[in-house]
């Protein structure tokens, strides 16, 4: 298996361009089963998630293809012919589930496989269940998987979800398209990836209001059209490199990115000493003070603090000066990188949800691993300022999230390659 070997240097100096977003991107893909007409969207990001989600797709017999070095994808759905969504590729990435939803809702039935565990919580589909249910689909778990149908199709309906799941409320907005009458979801998510997902609904045909707010409400139609979609930027991607000058020094533009994208991000980055400034590119990021202060941060649905930037944000205060807390509220098991980090020389005391970091000078390089997304990238950004060399193995994990991460921080200094196993 490859690994990357970073070795802690100077200041960063140059831009990095941002990404169309993972999350978007594996919702929107599966709106194309809503659908007999072609869907294209542009900016996609190139990552071996897409790849998963792309042959799904053609298992239930849709047209899927990457043009332009994989950042234009093309879709058609004219000519389904399973409802079936494999364990062997759900059990690869979760997000695969968000099949279910525009598959009862075009073809009246589908067998989903639940995805089971997961390196970072339990993460149940109950939220997904039981937003189809209230839409009139008959769900049974058999198999290990959800069988639902809807044979005389879906009706609109008042869903209250008990939390702002985004899956679920993906799910259930695609259901809704082409059910009868008129679906409320409050309650609902309002992550970016959601506006995006409704826009391109929207584009489609779909009768929409309210994304962005926790009240969406959706008014059936019979039909979908085609449409060509440009994916939002990639406000995860955006927030890690924006870390990597707060980390390692310097000054980076992040091409692309806009501060809606990750206020409560840059409101908390801003406190700890980094400056942030809008350009008419992105974002220019640089590190104001030699040494950065220590924050306490609650992750939260958006537009709180996301989860999915809390391993990074740890990475950088291992050095800040003081004592900050990091608190997980989405995920119980989201703290796999702290022993990798610790390794490296923090100091960082985990008690259930709750990350204690004492910050200290310096980190050191050491061999680490992470079983995560997120907490692989973490491993990356603190070895960009640690004391020698850092070697990150499991890199699956990365190419599931972060396009030539090697070339786009080597393009702005860093010193850091990929080693072929
Ligand atoms: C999405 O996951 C993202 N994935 C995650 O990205 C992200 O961390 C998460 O939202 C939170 O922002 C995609 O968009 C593909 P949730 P999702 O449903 O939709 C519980 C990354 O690194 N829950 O909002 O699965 C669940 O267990 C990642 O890119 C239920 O209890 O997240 C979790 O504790 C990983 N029942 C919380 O809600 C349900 O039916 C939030 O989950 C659904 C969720």
């Not at 939002?232 to 806009?258: F, H, K, N, S």
Request: with cysteine; hydrophobic share 40%.
């Amino acid at each position: 298996m490859d690994s990357i070997v970073v070795t802690g240097g100077g200041p960063l100096k140059g831009e990095i361009p941002i990404a169309g977003a993972k999350n978007a991107c594996l919702a929107l893909m599966p709106a194309t089963i809503l659908s007999d007409e072609p869907l294209t969207l542009t900016n996609a990001p190139r990552l071996s998630d897409i790849k998963t989600m792309t042959t799904l797709l053609q298992s239930l017999g849709a047209e899927a293809s990457r043009l332009q070095d994989g950042q234009v994808l093309t879709m058609s759905s004219h000519a389904l012919t399973s409802a079936h969504a494999d364990y062997e590729i759900v059990r690869k990435m979760r997000a695969s589930n968000l099949v279910l939803g525009p598959l009862v809702a075009r073809m009246g039935h589908a067998e989903v496989s639940l995805p089971g565990g997961c390196a970072i919580g339990a993460r149940p589909m109950d939220l997904h269940i039981h937003g189809l249910e209230k839409l009139g689909a008959e769900i049974d778990l058999r198999d290990g998987y959800l069988h639902a149908k809807a044979p005389k199709g879906l009706k609109g309906a008042m869903i209250d979800l008990d939390f702002a799941s985004v899956g679920a409320t993906e799910n259930i907005v695609m259901a809704a398209t082409l059910a009868k009458g008129t679906t409320v979801i409050t309650n609902a998510a309002r992550e970016p990836e959601i506006v995006d997902l409704v826009r391109c609904l929207r584009a489609m045909g779909a009768q929409i209001e309210g994304e962005g707010s926790d009240r969406i409400e959706v008014q059936g139609v019979d039909r979908l059209s085609g449409a060509t979609h440009r994916v939002v930027t990639d406000r995860i991607e955006l927030g890690t490199y924006m870390l990597a000058p707060a980390i390692a020094g310097g000054e980076v533009e992040c091409l692309g990115g806009t501060l809606e994208l990750v206020q409560s991000f840059v409101d908390r980055i801003e406190r700890a000493g980094v400056s942030v400034k809008e350009t008419s590119r992105g974002l220019m990021v640089s590190r104001t003070s030699e040494r950065l202060s220590a924050v306490d941060v609650t992750t939260e649905p958006f537009p709180g603090f996301p989860t999915d930037l809390q391993a990074q944000l740890m990475a950088m205060l291992c050095t800040a000066d003081g004592v900050s807390t990091l608190n997980e509220t989405i995920f119980e098991n989201r703290f796999m990188h702290a022993p990798e980090l610790t390794r490296m020389g923090a100091e960082i005391d985990v008690q259930g949800g709750t990350a204690t970091v004492t910050g200290v000078e310096k980190l050191r390089g050491a061999p680490v691993m992470a079983t995560d997304l997120r907490a692989s990238v973490s491993l990356i950004l603190a070895g960009l300022a640690a004391e020698g060399e850092t070697v990150v193995s499991r890199v699956y994990h990365l190419d599931r999230g972060y396009e030539h991460v090697v070339r786009k921080l080597e393009h702005v200094g860093a010193r850091i390659e990929r080693v072929k196993a």
